[in-house]
């Protein structure tokens, strides 16, 4: 079949780091801000350098950014890439990235793994169970969590009041890394436009039913204000780092 004849297909992280963090009420985009010392997206790219089953990884930057070598000196190296073509949305973001990946000797068979840099409590095994899931997959998967709460949905007003209630059974919350081939999520984001918030949307979007992974509760985004303290209190019962 037509996938071989490059060879098997590789592993390339993809980290999307060009957004400004509005929610999070950080000085400044919340990859920079610092989490126990280092900059957020230090965290995560220290994890995606120790997965040596990954071939390189590109930090997607915003063309503006002028910070990211100064805080993250550590980043670079041949598997260590950063290019700065961030757009508007996420979604731009990571289509951008998927090109540049392409620029750069990614075939349309090899598999790319979506990571937010705002997700930098990620463990190493937690990758390893999305590929080993995902790896003899025809279509990919994502890290996700069955979720536990009653879901409501909000009508406009504030003070926010309930609409409905959302039932529960069977819904997952998507994390992040998201991994899918090349080829096929280029296709899915151009189809799919600018404003879709995660890869799986866009490949389902496509008629694909993406494998759902556990995930870990610990895997949030960093969104918050508060989800900083929270992030330093877990980091800090960890016993082992996490590469
Ligand atoms: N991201 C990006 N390009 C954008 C918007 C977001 O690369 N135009 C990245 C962020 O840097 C982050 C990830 O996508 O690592 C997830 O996005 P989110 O948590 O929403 O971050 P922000 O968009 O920066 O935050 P906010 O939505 O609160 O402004
Ligand atoms: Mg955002």
Not at 24 to 40: C, F, I
Not at 131 to 153: I, N, R
Not at 154 to 181: I, L, N, S, Y
Request: glycine share 10%; aromatic share 6%; with cysteine.
């Amino acid at each position: 079949m037509s996938y071989t004849i490059g060879g098997p297909p590789r592993l390339f992280g993809l980290v999307p780091c060009a957004g400004s963090g509005l929610r999070a009420g950080t000085d400044g985009p919340k990859q920079y801000a610092p989490l126990a010392g280092r900059p957020l997206v230090a965290h995560t790219l220290e994890v995606w350098a120790g997965l040596l089953e990954v071939e390189a990884t590109l930090v997607v930057l915003a063309p503006d950014d002028d910070r990211f070598e100064q805080v993250v000196p550590q980043w670079q190296g041949p598997r260590c890439w950063s290019a700065r073509v961030g757009g508007l949305t996420r979604a731009e973001s990571v289509a951008a990235g998927l090109a540049e990946l392409a620029v750069r000797g990614v075939q349309p068979h090899d598999w790319v793994l979506v990571h937010d840099a705002a997700r930098g409590l990620l463990q190493p095994q937690w990758v390893r169970r999305l590929m080993s899931a995902c790896g003899d997959d025809e279509v990919g998967g994502l890290l996700a969590l069955p979720v536990a709460d009653t879901l409501k949905q909000a009508g406009d007003e504030e003070p926010a009041r309930v609409d409905a209630t959302v039932p529960r059974a069977g819904k997952w919350a998507a994390q992040t890394p998201q991994m899918f081939r090349l080829g096929l999520l280029r296709a899915a984001l151009a189809a799919a436009g600018p404003q879709v918030t995660d890869e799986s949307s866009a490949v389902e979007a496509l008629g694909h039913r993406p494998r759902l992974v556990s995930g870990d509760p610990e895997n949030f985004k960093l969104t918050w204000p508060g989800d900083f303290a929270l992030a330093e209190r877990l980091l800090a019962t960890r016993m082992t780092p996490s590469s």
